[in-house]
């Protein structure tokens, strides 16, 4: 098994009227080990956006939902929801995805677009929406930050 797949940047891209992205060469170089086994993607939990998983990742992320008891109501309802829309993606000859129209619909993503980086996964933003997001005022990063990451610093931890 590979190491965790760490994707680094955000990347703006275009989008034809068919749904076809070309993959930002820089992006790209860092999917090459992964790039033959395909990718999912899917509507994001939290954001209006779409989740771009490579199939590795997405596997570790469904070894994690398969432990859940489907005898559990909320279980199963959190499964179908999360579940919901997925597809499968492959690279075509000239380097590009093709995002499913329904997804598209779903993020409300134009022809101008963002790639964003996370971790193991990327984020596929409407350029528009992605601004507002990471520019919105009500949300206070320094104490986001503080919260999130601010109890991980034993000295065991390579945080600064």
């Known amino acids: 098994m ?8 955000v990347h703006e891209c ?3 009227n068919k749904g076809r992205v070309m993959i930002p060469s820089a992006l790209k170089k860092q ?12 509507r994001s939990v939290f954001q209006q956006c779409l989740e771009l ?7 570790k992320v469904m070894n994690k939902v398969n432990k859940l008891n489907r005898f559990v109501k909320k279980n199963n309802d959190f499964i179908r929801m999360y579940t ?25 993503l134009q ?16 350029k528009a929406k992605y601004e507002e997001t990471i520019n919105d005022p009500s949300v206070d990063f320094g104490a986001l930050a503080e919260d999130v990451m601010g109890s991980l610093n034993e000295p065991d931890h390579d945080l600064s």
């Open 31 to 42: 999917l090459l080990p992964v790039l033959e086994k395909g990718f999912v993607i899917k």
């Open 2 to 9: 590979r190491k965790m797949l760490n994707l680094i940047g």
């Open 84 to 108: 919901a829309g997925v597809k499968l993606l492959e690279m075509d000859a000239n380097g590009r995805l093709n995002i499913p129209k329904d997804l598209m619909s779903f993020a409300g």
């Open 53 to 59: 998983y490579p199939m590795e990742e997405w596997e």
């Open 111 to 126: 022809s101008e677009l963002v790639l964003s980086s996370n971790v193991g996964s990327i984020e596929v933003w409407d």
């Open 14 to 16: 275009k989008m034809d």
